[in-house]
């Protein structure tokens, strides 16, 4: 038994929109570190310019997963959708 083309675009749609759901963890991650950023300046002014750079780059990989999950969701929809 196959599979129609209607429930193969419908299930690369429905991958799509879960793979999106990535985005809300990514958020919560940056948020998250831009938070402890801002405690430890406050905490620590002199250490700014190093404790910026060590937030800056957490916040760039979590933006990594965002990024790769925009691209799979794109990919399917292009794809299969």
Do not use: D, H, W
């Not at 404790?51 to 760039?60: F, R």
């Amino acid at each position: 038994m196959g599979f129609n083309e209607f429930f193969v675009q419908g299930m690369a749609l429905l991958g799509a929109g879960i793979a999106m759901v990535a985005g809300l963890g990514q958020g919560i991650g940056q948020g998250f570190a831009a938070g402890k950023g801002a405690e430890a300046v406050s905490r620590n002014p002199e250490a700014s310019g190093k404790i910026q750079s060590i937030m800056v780059l957490g916040i760039a990989l979590a933006e990594t997963t965002g990024i790769y999950s925009l691209v799979i969701a794109i990919l399917l929809i292009f794809i299969k959708g």
